[in-house]
């Protein structure tokens, strides 16, 4: 059977099981969308490209299955390097398709080239420049295979004009064979024998779990080994939901705006258990400061993260749920031998430090509405399954802070690289995967004004994604820096709360929207918006501009050096 390039293209996504891909044709991607129309494949048309990068990593998030974007070249190209890096550093399963000029003209400075291979070769697992049609069904499948296996992250595929023209033999390759890309996924027996030894010896241990739990879908294995060893967890940024927030063991997130229980915890264990975690800067602040008196066991399926930050003292290279499988039965045989561990005395100083320091804030009655107010109650009344997104800022730190998170896989943000802008997308695509869930999106008003354009995207595509923008009217985590650390000299991040209206800009992308004043009206207005299912709903709600993101570690300060909330000595807090 004689296909074209393009035609094998989507054919080869076909039988890779993709149900819907994100993005935006243009010149050089042309030939390719021709055969999209005859395809069982949904497109979603975005507004703009880094639009269908952070769709495509929503939903990969909510998901577990890689998020699929396509664009043309040049500037379409360059528009998803962000959403590339940004699932790069997240370790997010994603296949992008790029187009680009004729492969005979590559190197002329073409209308609408680029590099597009050097420009995402350093924030891709791997890219692919496909120079001749007859590679496109095994270079699909490699591409899959990579993007998915080990530890996952995004992939590139670019082809030019002229091979999505040129014909080929159709076939389907029977699998993919890549010398020097054989991910390790089960741990070293002896390393996992050692690791429960210490595991049974420790009276402080603290398992600190990251998003390499969620990506090794170990979720259930964690809670297994939780219960068998009686250690307590913290989930980073990255974790959310890993673990259950209800769990008695649950400590919540560590780090630089962790709550202080999680941060101490981990500075006065004598043994971190690393499950899926890298060591973050965020997490382990001034790193010769960090968990001073700790053993670490590290687990982690890329061997790049053993030492890199943190020298451990048993590595165990494999994938998390296998290792955790493999931990339960080797610390079985242990407590048989040894007996079960007494934890209650370092038990017994949590719950203290968990009664000494709780997250805190004042809500006054008719006072100015705090963000955190919104966060719980915007928890209280949805589902317990919701999803919730988040862009990057202070409302990211509170939505983790202040959301209860009960499931895995309902929590989703840009931990690593950052992104502002990230939340409205991200849910789009998480609310396209999951659309039997209710999707929440927490922005706040700098982030949503940088894509909230898809949200034309959702009403043209009935995704009925509900946004809640905490608008405090600033850039707010850099104007709480300068603040504390810039004699309050505030340069530059005033946005002003009425520049745009955001009830008629929601109103002019086809949106319902809403605007909140007053913590009275905080709960009748989020039940108004769960009630509408037909089309997206945005709520300006009108926080409190004073309002700063405690604790707080100033980078590159220890984690003993946390900094508490300055009015927790007022009565009346909560």
Same mark, same amino acid.
């Given at each position: 059977?004689?296909?074209?390039?393009?035609?094998?293209?989507?054919?080869?996504?076909?039988?890779?099981?993709?149900?819907?891909?994100?993005?935006?044709?243009?010149?050089?991607?042309?030939?390719?969308?021709?055969?999209?129309?005859?395809?069982?494949?949904?497109?979603?048309?975005?507004?703009?490209?880094?639009?269908?990068?952070?769709?495509?990593?929503?939903?990969?998030?909510?998901?577990?299955?890689?998020?699929?974007?396509?664009?043309?070249?040049?500037?379409?190209?360059?528009? %998803?390097?962000?959403?590339?890096?940004?699932?790069?550093?997240?370790?997010?399963?994603?296949?992008?398709?790029?187009?680009?000029?004729?492969?005979?003209?590559?190197?002329?400075?073409?209308?609408?080239?680029?590099?597009?291979?050097?420009?995402?070769?350093?924030?891709?697992?791997?890219?692919?420049?496909?120079?001749?049609?007859?590679?496109?069904?095994?270079?699909?499948?490699?591409?899959?295979?990579?993007?998915?296996?080990?530890?996952?992250?995004?992939?590139?595929?670019?082809?030019?004009?002229? %091979?999505?023209?040129?014909?080929?033999?159709?076939?389907?390759?029977?699998?993919?064979?890549?010398?020097?890309?054989?991910?390790?996924?089960?741990?070293?027996?002896?390393?996992?024998?050692?690791?429960?030894?210490?595991?049974?010896?420790?009276?402080?241990?603290?398992?600190?779990?990251?998003?390499?739990?969620?990506?090794?879908?170990?979720?259930?294995?964690?809670?297994?080994?939780?219960?068998?060893?009686?250690?307590?967890?913290?989930?980073?940024?990255?974790?959310?939901?890993?673990?259950?927030?209800?769990?008695?063991?649950?400590?919540?997130?560590?780090?630089?705006?962790?709550?202080?229980?999680?941060?101490?915890?981990?500075?006065?264990?004598?043994?971190?258990?690393?499950?899926?975690?890298?060591?973050?800067?965020?997490?382990?602040?001034?790193?010769?400061?960090?968990?001073?008196?700790?053993?670490?066991?590290?687990?982690? %399926?890329?061997?790049?993260?053993?030492?890199?930050?943190?020298?451990?003292?048993?590595?165990?290279?494999?994938?998390?749920?296998?290792?955790?499988?493999?931990?339960?039965?080797?610390?079985?045989?242990?407590?048989?031998?040894?007996?079960?561990?007494?934890?209650?005395?370092? %038990?017994?100083?949590?719950?203290?430090?968990?009664?000494?320091?709780?997250?805190?804030?004042?809500?006054?009655?008719?006072?100015?509405?705090?963000?955190?107010?919104?966060?719980?109650?915007?928890?209280?009344?949805?589902?317990?399954?919701?999803?919730?997104?988040?862009?990057?800022?202070?409302?990211?730190?509170?939505?983790?802070?202040?959301?209860?998170?009960?499931?895995?896989?309902?929590?989703?943000?840009?931990?690593?690289?950052?992104?502002?802008?990230?939340?409205?997308?991200?849910?789009?695509?998480?609310?396209?995967?999951?659309?039997?869930?209710?999707?929440?999106?927490?922005?706040?008003?700098?982030?949503?004004?940088?894509?909230?354009?898809?949200?034309?995207?959702?009403?043209?595509?009935?995704?009925?994604?509900?946004?809640?923008?905490?608008?405090?009217?600033?850039?707010?985590?850099?104007?709480?820096?300068?603040?504390?650390?810039?004699?309050?000299?505030?340069?530059?991040?005033?946005?002003?709360?009425?520049?745009?209206?955001?009830?008629?800009?929601?109103?002019?992308?086809?949106?319902?929207?809403?605007?909140?004043?007053?913590?009275?009206?905080?709960?009748?207005?989020?039940?108004?918006?769960?009630?509408?299912?037909?089309?997206?709903?945005?709520?300006?709600?009108?926080?409190?501009?004073?309002?700063?993101?405690?604790?707080?570690?100033?980078?590159?300060?220890?984690?003993?050096?946390?900094?508490?909330?300055?009015?927790?000595?007022?009565?009346?807090?909560?």
């Amino acid at each position: 059977m004689k296909l074209t390039g393009a035609q094998a293209l989507i054919k080869s996504l076909e039988l890779e099981g993709v149900e819907v891909m994100f993005g935006l044709p243009g010149g050089a991607i042309l030939p390719v969308y021709d055969p999209l129309i005859d395809s069982s494949i949904r497109h979603i048309l975005v507004r703009h490209e880094q639009g269908a990068g952070h769709m495509a990593s929503g939903y990969a998030h909510a998901t577990g299955r890689p998020g699929v974007a396509m664009v043309t070249s040049g500037p379409a190209a360059t528009n %998803i390097v962000t959403p590339l890096a940004d699932a790069y550093m997240d370790s997010v399963p994603m296949v992008v398709v790029t187009g680009q000029v004729p492969y005979s003209v590559i190197g002329t400075d073409a209308f609408q080239e680029c590099d597009t291979v050097g420009i995402t070769m350093p924030v891709t697992k791997h890219n692919w420049l496909i120079t001749d049609a007859r590679d496109i069904p095994q270079i699909v499948r490699e591409a899959f295979h990579v993007a998915t296996t080990g530890r996952p992250g995004p992939v590139l595929v670019d082809i030019p004009k002229d %091979i999505a023209n040129q014909t080929m033999e159709w076939y389907w390759p029977d699998g993919v064979d890549l010398p020097g890309y054989k991910p390790t996924v089960k741990g070293h027996p002896k390393q996992i024998k050692d690791a429960a030894r210490l595991i049974n010896e420790a009276r402080r241990p603290v398992i600190y779990a990251g998003g390499g739990i969620l990506k090794a879908r170990a979720a259930e294995a964690l809670r297994a080994f939780v219960e068998l060893t009686g250690i307590p967890v913290v989930t980073t940024l990255m974790a959310r939901g890993a673990f259950p927030d209800e769990h008695e063991l649950c400590l919540g997130m560590p780090g630089m705006h962790g709550n202080y229980t999680a941060i101490t915890s981990m500075q006065k264990t004598d043994l971190l258990i690393a499950l899926g975690s890298r060591f973050d800067d965020r997490v382990t602040g001034k790193v010769g400061a960090f968990a001073p008196d700790a053993k670490v066991i590290h687990v982690d %399926i890329d061997p790049a993260e053993q030492g890199k930050v943190r020298r451990p003292d048993v590595p165990i290279v494999g994938d998390c749920r296998n290792v955790i499988e493999e931990l339960v039965k080797a610390v079985r045989a242990e407590q048989s031998k040894h007996g079960k561990p007494e934890l209650g005395e370092w %038990i017994g100083q949590i719950r203290q430090w968990q009664v000494d320091f709780p997250l805190h804030y004042d809500q006054e009655e008719g006072g100015a509405l705090k963000p955190q107010f919104v966060i719980e109650k915007l928890r209280e009344l949805t589902p317990d399954d919701t999803i919730l997104a988040s862009g990057v800022g202070q409302h990211q730190m509170w939505a983790s802070q202040y959301w209860k998170f009960h499931h895995p896989y309902t929590w989703i943000n840009s931990g690593g690289l950052g992104t502002m802008g990230y939340a409205v997308p991200a849910a789009i695509g998480a609310k396209v995967g999951r659309p039997d869930r209710m999707v929440w999106a927490v922005d706040g008003d700098g982030c949503f004004q940088m894509t909230a354009q898809e949200l034309v995207t959702a009403t043209a595509e009935r995704i009925p994604v509900k946004i809640a923008i905490l608008n405090n009217a600033y850039l707010g985590m850099v104007r709480q820096w300068q603040e504390l650390f810039y004699e309050e000299r505030y340069s530059e991040v005033y946005l002003s709360p009425d520049l745009p209206d955001y009830v008629k800009w929601a109103e002019a992308m086809g949106c319902v929207g809403m605007r909140v004043d007053s913590p009275d009206d905080v709960g009748p207005t989020i039940e108004k918006a769960n009630e509408i299912n037909d089309r997206p709903v945005v709520i300006d709600f009108r926080t409190d501009y004073r309002e700063k993101v405690y604790p707080m570690v100033a980078a590159g300060s220890s984690n003993d050096d946390v900094i508490l909330d300055p009015s927790m000595d007022r009565p009346g807090g909560r």
